[in-house]
């Protein structure tokens, strides 16, 4: 069965600093990957997509970035952190053939 | 663009009460629509789904219509807990490898 991992669950960091989070997808092959942020109280906002490895579509521009290194590995990374960038951030995949996602369980990113 | 809405929150409710939370979408094409449901603290979970008119999804005794000439897909369920409490999120994938787009999400209060 697949399933996928996000880490880490819980994150406090001071402004400035760089960030990394990490998700992998087990048990399938060339899955679509995509990183969401949900601000405290509000809705999903696409961050970045990717179909394959190396390729990146970039929904909102910032101080965030992405990549995928490998074929079941998406990275999300910040080289210095902004109040603004906390909230809780989410990793998903999906088949190329299927309409759904499924959900990594979060990460919960404060900057201080 | 596709786009969806869904009622504002929250929504407080006595268990054992009727709930509706309401969706409608604007899509080009003939998109598959889904609700998500979130716990506190979790990532999102897939709750159910519909990929073409008049379908009807059903989980843990929720259901929702995909209902074309409304383009509305509304959540309900007859008789909720307090274990339902959660943001609902309505949600629809339109062709090929596009990101699914999410309304704001509905924050449901099941009070004992």
């Known amino acids: 069965s697949q399933t996928i991992h996000q880490w880490p669950a819980t994150l406090v960091q001071p402004v400035g600093s760089p960030l990394s989070l990490e998700c992998t997808v087990e048990?399938?092959?060339?899955?679509?990957l995509y990183w969401y942020r949900q601000a405290a109280g509000r809705g999903l906002q696409l961050l970045f997509y990717?179909?394959?490895?190396?390729?990146i579509s970039s929904e909102v521009p910032q101080n965030l970035s992405a990549s995928r290194p490998q074929d079941r590995q998406f990275i999300l990374s910040s080289k210095k952190l902004l109040l603004s960038d906390s909230g809780f951030y989410l990793c998903?995949?999906?088949?190329?053939?299927?309409?759904?996602?499924?959900f990594g369980s979060g990460t919960r990113l404060t900057v201080v | 663009g596709d786009s969806v809405t869904q009622m504002e929150g929250p929504v407080t409710l006595s268990e054992e009460a009727f709930l509706t939370i309401n969706c409608t979408y604007t899509?080009?094409?003939?998109?598959?629509l889904f609700w998500y449901v979130q716990y506190p603290g979790e990532g999102l979970q897939l709750l159910l789904k519909?990929?073409?008119?008049?379908d009807k999804g059903s989980n843990k005794g929720f259901e929702a219509t995909y209902r074309k000439e409304t383009t509305s897909f509304h959540l309900e369920k007859g008789s909720v807990q307090v274990s339902d409490s959660a943001v609902y999120f309505c949600?629809?994938?339109?062709?090929?490898?596009?990101?699914?787009?999410f309304g704001k999400g509905t924050r449901l209060s099941v009070i004992a």
């Open positions: 519909a990929t073409k008119a008049d």
């Open positions: 899509a080009t094409g003939y998109p598959s």
């Open positions: 048990g399938t092959s060339n899955p679509n």
């Open positions: 998903a995949w999906r088949r190329p053939v299927e309409v759904g996602y499924t």
């Open positions: 990717s179909v394959g490895i190396g390729q």
């Open positions: 949600a629809l994938s339109d062709i090929g490898n596009t990101p699914l787009v």
